[in-house]
């Protein structure tokens, strides 16, 4: 729950006053959200009351929203399309189709763990960024035991299969 001044705005009431941007009405949006229009309309100036400002006006047989009415739907617009997005994020990391991945390959192997190792995980996950870095084995071997790399990827010489 967001605060202005001293309003709590609900979540819910500033999804209806968008929901009534979109549908041009209380009754379409209504409708839309398969709600009474009349808890929708009693939401609605309520919410007018606690910001002190007129949230829609009257059009013949619709409402627009005012200008404090379209700001208070575009935030709702922007915060939604936010955390819709995070959403997808955070369940593409649980699904781990994103993310990324930070290896370090011996000098002469990058090719052999790019063909053979990266690009057929990378047709699997095309989400998940790789960074790969490539240095010899001592440098490796000593940023493993300063716990800069957790995993070594590739220590020995690669084998192609058979």
């Known amino acids: ?17 968008y929901e009534v941007g979109v549908h041009g009405g209380i009754r379409r949006a209504a409708e839309a959200l398969d709600v009474d229009p009349a808890a929708i309309s009693r939401q609605l100036s309520q919410l007018a009351r606690d910001m002190q400002l007129p949230l829609l006006e009257r059009r013949g047989r619709n409402v ?3 200008e404090a009415g379209k700001l208070l739907a575009e935030d709702y617009a922007q915060t939604h399309q936010r955390r819709s997005h995070l959403e997808r994020r955070l369940r593409d990391l649980r699904h781990k189709r994103g993310g990324s991945i930070r ?7 990058v090719d052999e763990v790019v ?3 990266l690009r057929p995980f990378s047709q699997s996950y095309p989400e998940v960024f790789i960074d790969i870095l490539s240095g010899d084995m001592q440098t490796t071997v000593s940023l493993i035991t300063v716990a800069k790399w957790i995993w070594p990827w590739v220590l020995a010489p690669w084998v192609r299969p058979a």
């Open 115 to 117: 063909k053979y190792v």
């Open 103 to 109: 290896m370090r390959v011996g000098q002469g192997m």
């Open 64 to 66: 627009v929203l005012t």
């Open 1 to 17: 729950m967001k605060t202005y001044g001293n309003a709590a705005l609900s979540d819910k009431s500033i999804r209806y006053l």
